[in-house]
């Protein structure tokens, strides 16, 4: 049995080439030679003509198209305008008109080179011959060649009536009314900015846009109506000998401006009402247009309410906009049975009411939940881009060094944690956390400042001393937070200050799931703290602490005896040595706290008894001094007695 088939030659007697003689062999050579330079002159003229693709997401061809709607929409209402009123007769209008005319072929051609993304694959079709028969057999090109076709050429004795086929074009402007277009054009320009405020402003501008939308439609209609009504009344009722419309109101002796406001004023008040009585009908054909056109005001005013009402609600859906003020109002009443209806007073009522007014206004996860199905049912790598890089991509960025994001980008701990999320806001000057108070959560600043210090030695409860200060893209009390401590020091909010904030309870149970994750952070946050906040607090606080029992000591008395005050001083000098033992074991703070201001506590004590022992070596060395001086006297007498003797 032979090998592979063979490719059989045209002209050869269906013979294989390998058996053909010498000659045969060179003309067949020949005409595959032929035929492989025809298939290349044609992939040439492909790739040449692929040059010119335009590709379907290229940011000059989206601003091309927006500025094609609007002189879509400039051309329908010129059209219009120029036959049922006056054609232009200013040169500057008509060489506009020419130019508007140009924009349109050349829109045109470029339609035959625009990439287009398949509605099966999902994939940009960049196939010259596939780009034209999609927009000869499935897109615009009969209305796109009817509109720009010179029918009043033509057809010159009814130049006027041929242009309201560029009312065709019309259908053009339901991309107007579709704001994917738009949409795909903000994210062109959004793509590279990072964070939440870019998400919110591209959402704000679209929901602008729906509104808009509404307006241009009611635009729309009320002009094209006024439009059509002025023609019908002056144009398709020319030999009536009854009055009409044009006739009654004298409207033809008015320049066509006046005319415009006065046929979409009539249009206007008759689609939403029956009219104001100024203007109305005249003949019957009029009549009988102004009630299709005031049953059509039903319906078109019901269309336009019930759209606005549900872009409304949309907004307020998706931008977390819920109206709970009632069932707050509703809580706080029922807390007053249990307190014989005493009212809450009127300080504490407006904490509540501002915490819970910006908790509703920034909590990200309104819409969503763990639990939520419409969440669950997505995959899970859809899922984690929502919420880390969707939702909480600025914080997991600005923060990235307590949840070491880059490390952990893979994980599903940053999933876990963006369900945590609650933000908080603290007003200027508010007092965060004392010393020694119970710290329930860590909090990441978005913006404002925190200040952290201690108190200073005194009975003044606002005697407080700031050292070091967060700021906007810092986090604090993440170390009593991960060991579980009381708060060393004095949190207050400097300035107004707004962050989201993790609970203790929560880190706990996603720590039970990830506890390498933990570990680190609980480490890199130990580090943190000694260096950042503890060493350089506690030094100052020892210098403060000296200076102030410096100063307290010797006010109150002098010592004499420079034995004695160097063995106290010795005993001053090992609370230092004690405040660097203090520093290198923190399981033992607060113990040393405790003991540092019972040891302050007995200073006073102590000097007392300094005071007294000196009074007591005075009289002691002076008894001393005058037993001494007998004995001397005595020594002296028996000299003199044993030397007379």
Not at 313 to 340: C, E, V
Not at 392 to 402: H, L, S, V
Not at 557 to 580: A, M, V, W
Not at 600 to 616: P, Q
């Amino acid at each position: 049995m032979s090998g592979p088939l063979e490719k059989i030659v045209p002209g050869t007697g269906g013979m294989s080439l390998h058996n053909q003689p010498p000659e045969v062999k060179k003309k067949s050579g020949a005409i595959r030679q032929i035929e492989e330079d025809d298939k290349t002159d044609d992939d040439s003229k492909e790739s040449l003509l692929d040059y010119f693709i335009i590709n379907a997401k290229s940011r000059w061809k989206s601003i091309f198209d927006i500025v094609m709607l609007f002189l879509v929409a400039y051309s329908c209402f010129t059209s219009i305008f120029y036959v049922t009123f006056a054609p232009p007769s200013k040169i500057p209008h008509i060489i506009f008109d020419w130019m508007v005319e140009f924009a349109f072929v050349l829109d045109m051609l470029f339609n035959f080179f625009q990439e287009y993304i398949d509605t099966e694959t999902h994939e940009p079709v960049s196939k010259h011959k596939m780009i034209i028969k999609r927009y000869v057999f499935k897109g615009w090109f009969f209305i796109d060649f009817v509109s720009v076709f010179p029918f009043a050429i033509i057809f010159q004795n009814r130049a006027a009536l041929i242009k309201l086929l560029r009312l065709v074009r019309l259908l053009r402007l339901t991309k107007l009314m579709n704001t994917a277009k738009v949409n795909q054009l903000l994210k062109s320009f959004t793509e590279s900015s990072s964070g939440s405020q870019s998400i919110v402003i591209q959402h704000m501008i679209l929901y602008c846009l729906k509104i808009l939308r509404l307006v241009l439609v009611a635009i729309v209609i009320t002009y094209f109506i006024g439009c059509f009504w002025f023609f019908i009344s002056s144009e398709l009722q020319p030999g009536s000998d009854d009055d009409t419309f044009v006739k009654s109101f004298e409207l033809n002796e008015e320049d066509s401006f006046r005319k415009l406001i006065v046929s979409c004023y009539f249009a206007l008040t008759t689609l939403s009402t029956v009219g104001y009585g100024d203007y109305y009908p005249i003949s019957n054909v009029e009549r009988v247009i102004a009630c299709m056109i005031m049953l059509l005001g039903v319906a078109f005013f019901s269309y336009i309410m019930g759209n606005f009402i549900e872009i409304i609600s949309n907004y307020k859906n998706k931008m977390g906009i819920i109206d709970r003020g009632t069932d707050l109002h509703n809580w706080m009443t029922l807390l007053t049975r249990f307190t014989n209806n005493n009212p809450l007073p009127r300080s504490l009522f407006n904490k509540i009411d501002t915490h819970f007014a910006y908790f509703w206004a920034n909590d990200r996860l309104v819409s969503t939940s763990p639990d939520d199905e419409l969440l669950n049912t997505l995959p899970r790598s859809i899922k984690r881009t929502i919420m880390t890089n969707y939702l909480f991509q600025d914080i997991f960025y600005k923060f990235k060094e307590f949840f070491n994001t880059y490390e952990n980008i893979e994980s599903k701990f940053l999933y876990d944690v963006s369900f945590g999320f609650m933000p908080r806001k603290f007003d200027e000057n508010e007092l965060i956390y004392d010393e020694e108070s119970e710290v329930p959560e860590v909090y990441f600043i978005m913006e404002g400042t925190v200040g952290v210090g201690f108190r200073l030695p005194g009975n003044n409860v606002r005697d407080f001393k700031i050292i070091k200060y967060f700021r906007e893209d810092s986090f604090f009390c993440d170390f009593y937070v991960l060991t579980d401590r009381k708060s060393e020091f004095v949190y207050q909010a400097v300035k107004e200050t707004k962050t989201y904030a993790l609970e203790k309870s929560f880190l706990d149970d996603i720590f039970q799931k990830y506890p390498q994750i933990a570990y680190n952070i609980r480490q890199d946050s130990e580090k943190r703290y000694k260096k950042e906040i503890m060493k350089p607090l506690h030094n100052k606080r020892m210098k403060d602490l000296e200076d102030y029992n410096e100063k307290s000591a010797y006010k109150s008395i002098q010592i004499t005896n420079k034995d004695k005050l160097f063995e106290k001083n010795k005993k001053l000098l090992s609370l230092e040595k004690l405040d660097q033992k203090y520093t290198s074991s923190i399981l033992k703070i607060s113990d040393l706290q405790d003991w540092f201001l019972k040891e302050v506590g007995k200073m006073d004590t102590e000097i007392k008894e300094i005071k007294e022992e000196t009074d007591r070596f005075r009289e002691e060395s002076k008894k001393e001094m005058e037993m001494m001086a007998e004995e001397l006297e005595k020594a002296k007498e028996r000299a003199r007695i044993g030397k007379n003797g």
